[in-house]
Structure formats: C-alpha cells, structure tokens
C-alpha cells in the first residue's frame, strides 16, 4: 500500500518517487523518472514531467505543469495557473527536447498565481513572485518581484511579510510580524543569525 494519497483520476506512472503524507489531487499525472518529497500537496491538473525534481512539503495549486528541467527546493509555494517554460524558442516543427533548459526555484519561494517563470532562471530562497509576473531574470534571495518583465520592487521575510520596499536590500531590517532579523553583508541580504 502507498504511503501518499492519489486520487482515482490521476495518473502515476511507473518508476516515480512520492514521498509519505504527499497528496495528488484530481486529474493530475505524475510521470515517469518524477522525484516527489513528503508532505507535498499536488492540486487539481497537474502535470508532473518526467525527471523533474520536488522537495518536502511543496504546494502545487491546480493548473499547473512542472516541465522537465525544473528543479523545486524544500517548501516552495506554485500558485494557481502559474507556468514554467523550459525551451527558450520553441516551434512546433523543430524538435528541442535536447535543449531543456534547467530552472531552479530554491527553498521557501512563492511563485503567485498566473506568474510565468522563463525557463534557465533561478528564483531565490524565500523569493515571492507576485501574481501574473513575468520573471526573465535570476532573482536573489528574499526579493519581492512584480510586473512584466518582474522587477524587484521589495524585501520579504521567511513568514511572507514585506520587509522593505526598492529595489536595493536594506541595511538591516526586522520583520514586524514574527522578529526576525535580516542585514546585507557583503552584497547579499541574509536573515542573520
């Protein structure tokens, strides 16, 4: 007996990896060579593709594919409808299933409902990509990115509060809501401690 829950209308191909208390949610499939980690939830039609790599205790919502190529952290959030490409000029007539490019979202990242993450990018631990963003680019750790093409525009903390607002980390900051403190060294905004 399986240690993860998969409702009836999905489908699990063989030689998959689903980790224990995963859940996989109606009219999903889950494909060959897939990596799943403990305590994910897998929402409504979502297309899991082969190789493709998922950490301990992900949320995926519904309507969203996870193409080859893509590689998700520990608690990383997949809003509604959100989409990863992973072929950065793709036709219908050329075929380029050797030319997947590798997209990395790191621990603890949000990615909002309806963002697009242009494939061969890396999205950083605790990064939160706004609803309906388009990401083009790398983005660093605890950055809040909006709009098309994403910009960071902000500074999160662990918990999901706003920390600061620009495009440049602050000096220091402490988070109102749960405490914990940030500070930029050497270039690079890191909770401290």
């Not at 190529?69 to 608690?75: A, C, F, K, M, Q």
């Not at 662990?158 to 403190?181: D, F, M, Q």
Request: aromatic fraction near 8%; hydrophobic fraction near 35%; glycine fraction near 12%.
């Amino acid at each position: 007996m399986a240690d993860y829950f998969a409702h009836q209308s999905c489908y699990i191909d063989d030689g998959c990896t689903i980790g224990e208390g995963t859940k996989i949610w109606h009219f999903s499939h889950v494909m060959m060579g897939a990596r799943i980690g403990r305590r994910c939830n897998i929402g409504q039609n979502v297309v899991v593709s082969p190789d493709v790599t998922i950490g301990d205790d992900v949320k995926i919502q519904n309507n969203v594919s996870i193409y080859t190529g893509v590689t998700l952290e520990d608690d990383v959030f997949c809003g509604p409808s959100m989409v990863f490409t992973n072929v950065v000029n793709p036709r219908s007539h050329v075929p380029r299933k050797d030319e997947y490019a590798e997209t990395i979202v790191k621990r603890g990242a949000t990615l909002g409902a309806n963002s697009t993450i242009v494939c061969g990018r890396t999205i950083g631990r605790y990064a939160f990509v706004g609803a309906g963003a388009v990401v083009t680019r790398d983005l660093p750790d605890y950055a809040l990115a909006v709009g098309n093409p994403a910009r960071v525009a902000g500074w999160i903390c662990e918990c999901g509060v706003k920390l600061a607002s620009g495009a440049r980390p602050p000096a220091s900051a402490t988070c109102r809501a749960c405490g914990a403190e940030y500070e930029l060294r050497s270039g690079v905004f890191d909770r401290r401690g």
